[in-house]
């Protein structure tokens, strides 16, 4: 049986569930391969904390380069995390003729076009099937199993730190601070939180997706992303009244010319299945033209969910490696020569349904200024709804639009927010549509 040879970069949690997989599923992976997968080394800065991992002969480095530099590893699985030196890694690797895996949706999102090149130029794979979505087999679905499909559009809980604050604050009334911090005891928040909060790690899963499902360069930089900051139980309270629930959402969809991406909260009705996705778990909903509608739901991160994804990919570069090929299924889901720039709608040109609530003085007349100025943006009211006064004098009054543009909604929210009438910013969450 052949021997392939492995080495990874980063003990952390993930390294560990890699390393254990390795080890403890060896038999498994012989019989579903027919290779040996050996790991030959791990490097990370700190190789004497116990991970309570049997290792047997698999050396422990400090250093990154003696992974890459060894010519006998065929595959580099890179879980250093971040873009800096998790890019000089990987670009390194790939220079030097070897296979990447990686789970790092950042590096991924940031600077994966250059990556694909590079993997190009030295006629290697790079594999990612843990950069989104955790175990849930996204990347293969869109890369292979749809192919036939043209995606016609993607809704998805990518965050599992953000769905389980929502969660939290939804199900059990906790404050914001206590649920991030439940999330970071728990170990599937970012080491830096405001890339879960503020919405930037799904935008990151969400331009690599949108690549895959389209065919296009990965573009993170016109991804229009809002965080989970603002959402309060009011509003969460609010949504629950109408029949809704709100997450945040990743959304692509494709259009003629075009494809929307945005990351912002989102109300979506309970009859949505997302709806139902609570705490920490991922799923995404696909709107494929031959396959109609399908979904993943799984761990969204998590040491053995991610790892299971990392081993997914070593396995496909292994049987490939076993029948002397590499490359076999494109990057990025289509031959680099295919690979299109296709625009990102910008945000202002976004028709969709809001949700907006006012902090507005109880004052005769209050209500209609602001329908006033709303109607004179043209945007058109479904219905509005007001709850009692609250201690500190105001009433928080929520309105319902009709389909609306993006660019008159936030011309009037300005407007509005100059007058007497209403005492901070509105809150705006876009309503969208059952997947
Ligand atoms: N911080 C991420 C999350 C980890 O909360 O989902 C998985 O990418």
């Not at 990154?64 to 971040?82: R, S």
């Not at 914001?176 to 970012?190: I, N, S, T, W």
């Not at 990919?313 to 990025?332: E, G, H, M, Q, W």
Request: hydrophobic share 40%; net charge negative.
């Amino acid at each position: 049986m052949k021997t392939i040879n492995i080495g990874i970069i980063g003990y952390g949690v993930v390294g560990a569930g890699v390393a254990t997989l390795l080890t403890q599923k060896k038999e498994l992976l012989e019989a579903r391969t027919g290779a040996i997968l050996n790991l030959k080394t791990i490097a990370d800065i700190d190789i004497t904390t116990d991970r309570g991992v049997e290792l047997g002969n698999t050396a422990l480095v400090n250093d990154a380069l003696d992974v890459i530099n060894d010519p006998d590893i065929d595959i580099v699985v890179e879980l250093v995390g971040g873009d800096t030196i998790a890019k000089q890694f990987t670009l390194k690797a790939l220079e030097k003729g070897k296979h990447v895996v990686t789970a790092n949706k950042a590096l991924l999102a940031g600077h994966g076009n250059e990556l694909v090149k590079t993997a190009r130029k030295n006629q290697v794979d790079l594999a990612f099937e843990a950069s989104c979505g955790g175990c849930m087999p996204i990347i293969k679905s869109l890369r292979e199993s749809l192919v036939a499909n043209n995606i016609l559009s993607m809704s998805a809980i990518l965050n599992g730190t953000c769905n389980y604050i929502l969660t939290k604050i939804s199900q059990d009334g906790s404050l914001f601070e206590e649920a991030l911090k439940d999330a970071q005891k728990l170990g599937f928040a970012e080491a830096e939180p405001s890339l879960d909060v503020d919405g930037h790690d799904t935008a990151h899963k969400l331009a690599i997706l949108n690549s895959l499902a389209h065919g296009m360069e990965i573009n993170l930089k016109d991804i229009h992303v809002e965080g989970i900051r603002n959402i309060t139980p009011v509003d969460i309270e609010f949504a629950k009244s109408f029949g809704y629930t709100i997450k945040l959402l990743a959304i692509g969809k494709v259009h003629e010319d075009h494809v929307e991406a945005r990351v912002h909260p989102t109300m979506i009705s309970n009859a949505n299945p997302l709806s139902h996705v609570d705490h920490s778990m991922n799923a995404i909903a696909i709107d494929a033209d031959a396959t109609g509608k399908t979904m993943l739901y799984g761990h969204g991160a998590g040491m053995m969910p991610t790892a299971s994804a990392v081993l997914s990919d070593i396995a496909d570069i292994a049987r490939n490696i076993i029948f002397n090929t590499a490359r076999r299924v494109p990057i990025l889901g289509y031959p680099e020569d295919n690979i299109k720039k296709i625009p990102i709608l910008p945000m202002d040109e976004l028709y969709t349904r809001y949700y907006l609530r006012f902090e507005a003085q109880d004052h005769p007349g209050v209500l209609s200024q602001i329908s006033g100025i709303l109607g004179e943006n043209n945007i058109s009211i479904k219905s509005v709804h007001q709850k009692g006064r609250q201690s500190n004098g105001k009433v928080p009054v929520v309105m319902i639009t009709h389909l609306a543009k993006e660019e008159w909604v936030q011309k009037a929210l300005t407007k509005i927010s100059a007058t007497d009438s209403v005492v901070g910013d509105p809150i705006v969450i876009r309503i969208e549509e059952d997947a």
